[in-house]
Structure formats: structure tokens, C-alpha cells
């Protein structure tokens, strides 16, 4: 039996089909390439195959499949200790290997990675890219996998980097390793594996030899695909000077080879002369598309008074009947902003732990309160105040993250500034607190989906077994609070200098260089919140 076997898998995520009746095997020893165009269904595979994510249909067998370990894409956004020691050893010290034992293998493996001496005391996250890489990689491999799965490993990394990257692939698949490598670099692709797969919309529409969609432009567009750009260019230097390849040639190494050996009229991958008539040429130059107009900017004013208006009627709400009220209306405004369910549930789940913990203090130390239940009913039901408390902090949360999650952070400081421009006169800095509060709420949903790329980091290795015990899950995520907010920084780091580049910059005030709109539900939404919080002051 292979090491992993596919069969009739498919996969919805975010109520889109993601993976569509995928029957795939790999062999021992193997290193399978994947590729395919954005949203082909590339990630969602390297999840099905690690079990990671549930399966709509089909299932996933094989002799490997229980050992099937996952380096997720973006590996330093998931470390989880602050010493790289420490961060390979964790998936053996999770199985209950001494913690000697397991430091002396992740010495060994970092050894075995080629990654220098000084750095198993330094933080995974002062490291190169392409050292966090091979550092990620040894985290896993700690977890001794019979099936290595990598999703993007060369993504951002420089030329030298990947090439040491490619390196420890190629080490690990000698000595056995079985590997598959999603990707989007055809030369990635040429230069490591054996096998190549192609997805499409969710299916496999090839399956096969590298070279023979790598080393094609033809076959390789037909599929979504682009070769690598050396390739493209012998193809283009071999139909000007009218020649014939003799072989498919997919890696750019090689290419570059028989492009040099044309040029020097030397033995090469080239053939006898072929003529082309000029119209054949130009048959071959591809078209260029017009480029749509752009959209216009949004004036996002309306939406960000909507939502302040809509946090105060949650605040104000003094009874239980008020407060579900402005819950169910934010939840149907985060239903009509089209925010993926996985985000809205990220985003919520901490709501549930706030009302278990409210309830549970309110019946422990709070006695019995008088709360408004209706106008005109009140109740003493212990736990009333603290259902109350839970009902207007979800009644926040999902407001802010209709705003944020359906907004540009640049279009939100915008708006911002715009609707503080006369605080300006009294020398308020508004550019600064419209920057501040542009990034405060772009964390929003960030943050909720850090924690999960965390522990889904966590499942990839080894370390979160599901499903496991409430007070399992806690003592696991009570180790991530360290690197969640670890990753919070950084990404609020990243999108201040989003932002910045994009021209939001708190001292300087340039003029818009496209047309701003309001949309049209935007004065609806204003509306309703009005209309909230009219309501808070009768129910």
C-alpha cells in the first residue's frame, strides 16, 4: 500500500468546494510536486493529506497517513518558543520524550539541516528567512514523519536561500524521505521532484512527468501554469533562430545551458534548423488585454459612524431584550458582509469562554441582581447580569469586525481623518490617532486568525491532538498567549507599513488620486444603528 492514498476526496471550505473528488497515491520515497493556479486547491490538499482538515466526502489511507506532518507556508508566524532549541524539541517533548532525550535530537537535527552551531540559542525569529525555514522544517521532522508535507517552503526567500533550501530537500529525499512539495515555482518544481500534479478548481488535471508540462509553455498554460522564465526564453530563442529542442528542458539551470550553447553554435539540446513564415511568429507573441479602469476609493465615514453608534446602543442596552436585539442586528450585518464563517467563529469562540467565565464568577461571587429582562419585566436570576455582559461585548465584537473585516485599513484612516479634520483646529494630532486606529482595527480579524495558524501549527507537529480534553486544549492554548501576541506585533507592523506605502502616512495629508464613493447600504447601515439605539433607550 503507498504511503498515502486519496480516494473521492473532497473538501468545502468557506462554503466553496475546495477540493473535488481528488483520488491521488504516493509512493515511498516519492517527492511529488503540486502546483496550480491561486484558489486551485494546492493548501487545502497539503491540509487533507496531513488530516488536518475535515473532509466532506472520501478519505485519506495509506501506511503514512497517521505519520503525515505539515510545514505550514510562512513558518515564522508560527513558532511557538523563543529559543530555536526549544522550538525543535517541543513535538518529542508532546509525546512524552525526557527533555534531555529530545534536545539531543533536535541538536542532531539541526545539525543535520546544516544550520550553524550559535543558532539553537537564539530566537527562531532573529533568524534569515531561509534559516527559519530549515528550522521550521527540523520542528517537524522531530516529530519523525514517514510523510514530509510542504506548502510553499521557498515562497520570499532570496536565490542563495532557496538554494540551500533545496539542498536539505534533496538530502532528505535520498535518504528516503517521502515528500510532497506544494509549490508555484516551476523551477522549484523541475529541479526537485519526481512526479508532478496539477490542480485545477479543485481537481486533478494532471498527473504525470515535470518536464513534459514544465519544459512546454503550450502544455503548461493550457493548465494554469507559467515555465520558468529561462525556459521561456530558449523556447523564444530557439523559434527565432529556427531551431528544434531535441528534449523537453524544464529547469532553468539547463536552460540557460542550451541557450549558450545555441549562441556558440556548440553541441547542445538543439536540433536541425526548422523555417517559420512571419506569420507563424507573430502568431506566437501573445496578446496583451486592456487593463480594466480602477474602482473608485471608498468614503468610509459612513460605515465608521455607523459602527461607533452602533457600539454605544450595546453599551447602553440595559436589558436582555436590548441586548439580543443589537447582537442579532450586528450578526446580520456580518452576514451580509460576507464574512467567511471561519473567521466569524475564530472571532467569536473567546465570547463563549467570556460567558462561562462571567457566569461562572456571577454564581460563585455576585448573589442574586436585579436585571431588566423586557420594559416592565425584571428578573434576579443569578446569572442575568453576566449573560448581559456577554450579550453587549458580542454585540462590539461583531460590529468591529464587519467594519474591519469589509474595509481597506487605508479607506478606514481615511474616513478617519476625514471625520476628525475640525479636531485639527484645537492642534489634535488626527492623522497620527487616524493611523492608530486604521491599524487597531485591521488586528481585529487578524488576530483571530493568528490563533488559529497557530494552532493549527500546533496539529501540523504533533503537539494538539484532537480531540483531547477541555483542560488539554487550555494548557495548550495558555503556551500560545506568548506567540500570539508575538504575531500580533508583527502584523501590526506590517500593516503600519502597508499603510505607509499605500500613502497613509500620520504627517502627511495627499490628496486622493482617485474618485471616493460612499456606497449604498452605507446610509442603511447608519440607519439601523440610529435605529439601535433609539430602541436601548424604550426596551
Known sequence: MPELRARAVAVRRDGVRALDGIDLDVAAGELVAVMGGTGAGKSTLALALCGLVALEAGQVAGDGARDARLVLQRPEATFLADRVLDEVALAAIARGVPEAA????AQALLD??????????????TLSGGEQRRVAIAAVLAAEPRVLVLDEPGAGLDRAARRELHDVLRTLHAAGRTIVLVTHDPDEAAALATRLVVLDAGRIAWDGGCAQVLGAPEQARSLGLAVAPEVAVLQRVAAARGVVLTRAIARSDEAIDAIAAMLEGGPGAVAVPRTSTASQVAARRPSVEPLAPLAPLVDARLRLVACAVAVVAALLATSLLAATVVVVAAAVVVRAARIARARVRLATRPLVALAVLLVGLQLLFGGPQQVAVAPGVDTTWPAASAVLRTLQASAIVLATLALSAATAPGDLATGMRRMLAPLALVRVPIGSLAFVVATGLGLVPAFADELERLRLAQRARGIRREPASVVARLRLDAGLIGPLFVASFRRAHLLA???????VDPD???????ARRTPGGDAALLVVAVALLAMTRFA
Open 102 to 105: 529530545a534536545h539531543h535530537r
Open 508 to 514: 502627511v495629508h495627499p490628496a486622493d488620486w482617485r
Open 112 to 125: 543535520e539541516l546544516g544550520l550553524p552551531a550559535d543558532v539553537a540559542a537564539r530566537d527562531p525569529l
Open 497 to 503: 507599513d502597508a499603510l505607509a506605502v499605500r500613502g
